[in-house]
């Protein structure tokens, strides 16, 4: 129990919003939100994630471990998300530091700030958030009552560049993560707090599950580059393990997630059906960085979809994965949800990625219900040669047969996803892009019988990730990069027969090279964050926000002192001996497999999906002890609910 539980802040909060945009995220009290009696418990948790409500609040991940932390008597989880600057100018002026939604209480209050990295691009936002809260930025600084820091999230499999403001760092699934972190935080105040705040992170740190940055050294080379990293105290590892969930169906969460009050980027019910992939994309960090796949059972989705549903009033449901259309019993999930609520408002979708023929089944089964809007696929490479060096192994005759059907079953629109500066691109490999966009647009009008139909290319600037074969591949820079999307859509412009059916829209790859030197940087680039912080960057991932010649001025500043710059961390490839920033976080993935996935990357040698054939010995499996879970159950949705009996 709390001895001293402090005050809400509400009543010095709430005259400022009278004068910010949109109010309403900064209020809570949705349905759904839960506002414990901190009378009642041991362990507090400010949940953040960093960006603003509407992008933020409709984050999974976040969701489920709220869930996960309410759920247990003793701890309560509070939401936070970065205020606006409107907002912020006022709180810094009155003195109202950042607040949690549920009870407004200052975040400094709580036991843990925790921090969900989903992307680079937020790593100001968290330095913002932290100073605006009075929380010391550099964790050095903290003092005995101040929130230990942690951060989770897939960025954080390379925390380095935050690693000077943040205490501890979960990689890898959560869920079990935030539990058992919670209990050692109530079984150490129980105690009367051994040894202070490093008494408790030497306790974490020990059990080599969650990485606390300030007990490991990093010493550099002449070249620039990484020496070693090493403990600086007793009883530390030499490598962070990542957390595993086995058997998802014992975690259903969320079960009844808040539901949002003000806008948000979307909402709907989203149900993950399964976690981890294993097709082998070689550009994919989130692949490959929560391998095995893991399916959640049709029973338990179906009961989930029906709990989720009432709970939140909600009319659409998702069913997320990193590639949907691959659960082993997707065809019988859709058919069964699309059974169960024919004739009612609920609408069913899920992100259709892949290039063939059932998915063009499964989108009917879905659109059963709802609007037959576009399709969605993701070729990523213009070019056969371009798709076989990242491993995504359709033919542009599998697209051109795939949007046939589409377009002959109904549809008028594709939206076709595309990455430039891919290893080994050439300008040529972009510009195919556009010979296939044509093909589409020529196939579709025939399928179609009419001209009435669209096709949209988006194409962005690809970033190389950490834990993936191209870690040690060099990124293409932003001019190149913009230099062949420019072309590419000069080329679409000169189509006479097809141009005006097809759209283009890319982003500028400026944003993508700070997100590399973000993605691949180490403790140096730490001080270029601060740099870009201290001179009033925030939101960089926000266009109308983002300040590229600030980033890199701020670059230069701190990094030439140490005899590197951006170009090294992002533009240069590195050799398989470098030691690299994130060597010593341990995903299960074995070094000398994504060593060979990039040669095979080079040489155009593809791999095959371990979950339907041998496994490529990538190591996660042998060395996490956990194997891969899927179906086909045999189950079957709980007793269908009857929407309309007058339509079944
Ligand atoms: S160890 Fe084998 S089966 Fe397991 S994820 Fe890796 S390749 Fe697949």
Request: contains cysteine; glycine residues 8%.
């Amino acid at each position: 129990m709390n001895k001293h539980t402090p005050e809400p802040w509400f009543d010095r909060l709430e005259p400022l919003l009278a004068h910010v945009a949109k109010p309403v995220q900064y209020v809570g009290g949705e349905t759904n939100s839960v506002a414990k009696n901190w009378n009642d418990i041991e362990v507090s948790w400010a949940l953040m994630y960093p960006d603003l409500y509407e992008v933020g609040q409709p984050n999974q991940g976040n969701a489920i471990l709220y869930e996960v932390l309410n759920q247990t008597e003793w701890v309560a989880a509070e939401r936070v998300f970065s205020v606006d600057r409107d907002l912020e100018a006022l709180m810094r002026a009155r003195g109202v530091p950042l607040l949690s939604l549920e009870t407004h209480r200052r975040v400094r209050d709580f036991d843990v700030l925790g921090i969900s990295l989903a992307t680079e691009l937020v790593y100001t936002n968290v330095l913002n958030a932290l100073d605006l809260a009075g929380i010391p930025v550099h964790s050095v600084d903290r003092g005995e009552d101040m929130p230990i820091v942690v951060a989770g999230g897939h960025c954080a499999t390379n925390p380095e560049p935050l690693a000077d403001f943040l205490d501890v760092v979960v990689v890898g699934d959560g869920e079990q993560a935030v539990t058992e972190l919670s209990r050692c935080l109530r079984t150490w105040k129980r105690a009367g707090k051994p040894e202070g705040r490093t008494g408790l992170l030497a306790q974490l740190a020990a059990t080599g599950e969650f990485y606390v940055p300030a007990f490991y050294d990093v010493t550099y080379g002449p070249g620039g580059a990484i020496a070693k990293v090493s403990p600086n105290r007793p009883g530390v590892p030499l490598q962070v393990q990542r957390w595993v969930l086995t058997d998802l169906d014992q975690w259903p969460y969320p079960k009844a997630p808040v539901v949002p009050m003000a806008e948000t980027i979307h909402e709907r019910y989203s149900v993950e059906i399964f976690r981890g992939c294993t097709r082998g994309c070689r550009f994919c960090q989130a692949g490959m960085i929560t391998r095995p796949v893991r399916e959640r059972s049709l029973p338990v989705i179906g009961e989930m979809v029906e709990c989720g549903l009432e709970a939140t009033g909600l009319e659409e449901v998702g069913l997320l994965s990193l590639s949907s259309a691959d659960h082993s019993e997707i065809g019988d999930i859709a058919a069964q949800l699309a059974n169960r609520y024919q004739g009612s408002e609920v609408s069913l979708s899920l992100p259709s990625t892949r290039v063939d023929a059932f998915n063009i089944d499964l989108a009917a089964e879905l659109a059963r219900n709802g609007r037959r809007s576009g399709l969605t696929f993701a070729p990523e490479g213009g070019t056969e040669r371009m798709r076989r060096v990242i491993n995504k192994n359709v033919s542009e005759q599998d697209l051109i047969d795939t949007v046939t059907t589409a377009f002959g079953s109904g549809w008028r629109q594709v939206k076709l996803y595309f990455m430039c500066g891919l290893p080994t691109e050439t300008g040529d490999d972009v510009l195919a892009i556009a010979d296939m966009a044509h093909n589409v647009i020529e196939a579709g009008r025939r399928a179609a019988g009419s001209r009435d139909v669209a096709c949209t290319i988006s194409i962005g600037a690809f970033v190389p990730k950490p834990h993936t074969p191209f870690q040690w591949a060099a990124q293409t820079d932003p001019e190149t990069a913009n230099a062949r999307m420019a072309a590419l859509k000069q080329k679409v412009r000169e189509d006479r027969a097809c141009g005006r059916a097809i759209s283009i829209r890319w982003s500028d790859g400026c944003p993508g090279l700070v997100e590399g030197l973000l993605a691949r940087g180490d403790r140096r680039v730490g001080r270029v964050i601060e740099a870009v912080w201290r001179d009033g960057g925030v939101f960089d991932g926000w266009n109308e926000h983002f300040d590229f010649d600030r980033w890199m001025r701020c670059a230069e500043q701190e990094l030439t002192q140490f005899g590197v710059d951006v170009a090294w961390f992002t533009t240069r490839e590195r050799p398989m001996t470098e030691v690299l920033a994130w060597d010593h976080i341990h995903l299960g993935l074995d070094r000398g497999w994504l060593w060979d996935e990039y040669q095979a990357a080079v040489s155009g040698t593809p791999v095959r999906d371990c979950r339907w054939d041998d496994c490529n010995d990538c190591g996660v499996c042998p060395d996490l002890g956990v194997d891969i879970e899927i179906g086909p159950s045999g189950g079957k949705l709980l007793p269908l609910t009857v929407a309309d009996s007058k339509l079944v």
